[in-house]
Structure formats: C-alpha cells, structure tokens
C-alpha cells in the first residue's frame, strides 16, 4: 500500500490483533520495521455463524522508516502480548509521515516515514480459537 487509505486498510486488518515485543523489529540500516502480529480474522468471522474463528499470523511492514520509537512497551519483557488497537498516520514537517501504531494500556510505537509503504502478508496456515475479541470499553 502507498498511501493513507491502505494504511485504513491494514489498520482495520490488524485490529484486535495481539503482538509479542519480541516480534517487533526495527532495521534502522534498512528502513524497515516489521511486526508479526497474530490477526483475528474478521473477514471469516463476518461471513456467517457456521465457520470457526480464527486467527493468523502475518506480517505488517513499513518500508522507508526513518525512526522508530516505542512508548509505555517494556522492551526487556520480550514475552509480553500487546493488543493492536489501531494505527493511523498524518503528515508531519518536511514532508515526512508520523505513523502511530496505538496498544491498548496506552502503549505506542511512533514511525517516522518519508512514504507510506506497507505491506500485510499472511504467514502460514490460519488456526482456530474459541473466543471472538470483546473490547473492555
């Protein structure tokens, strides 16, 4: 995706998604960061009562990040799940996005980006759980 409508997109995808901190990278040489996520598959979910719910994992990746930041996330704490709430972008000075990824429990993680370049690949075969998501409001 190479703009802010795609980044709806992928937001919408990964909502309710859970992320391990030790399944965030950023490569600052590169210009990349990644984050597997384990994605609760609305789209199945949405199609009818009869099928299982699932979860999959995938891949978001940012291309041209020029920084990466993290808020309220304990990076010692490789093990600790976070929940994906949302991720939106504005344009910022020089002509460069901010892109914030928003957990609940208020942790962030803040992308400097000169483009909007995001992928979402499904990595492997989805699997099925019990629990459909409910937010705690």
């Known amino acids: 995706g190479k703009n802010q ?11 309710d ?10 490569l600052k040489k590169n210009k990349v960061f990644i984050m597997i996520i384990n ?6 979910a949405e199609k009818g009562i009869f099928r299982e719910n699932k979860r999959g994992r ?12 993290a808020k309220n996330i304990n990076q010692k704490n490789k093990n600790k799940p976070l929940e994906c709430l949302t991720i939106e972008s504005s344009l910022i000075k020089n002509d460069n996005y901010e892109i914030n990824i928003f957990f609940a429990g208020g942790s962030t993680i803040t992308l400097i980006s000169e483009v909007i370049d995001v992928v979402l690949d499904d990595l492997g075969a989805s699997w099925e759980v019990k629990y459909v998501p409910k937010h705690k409001i």
């Open 58 to 69: 995938c891949a978001i990746k940012f291309e041209e990040v020029l920084n990466a930041k």
């Open 5 to 15: 409508n795609d980044l709806k997109v992928i937001s919408a995808y990964s909502q």
């Open 17 to 26: 998604s859970v992320v391990t901190v030790k399944d965030i990278v950023f």
């Open 39 to 44: 994605r609760f598959m609305w789209e199945d």
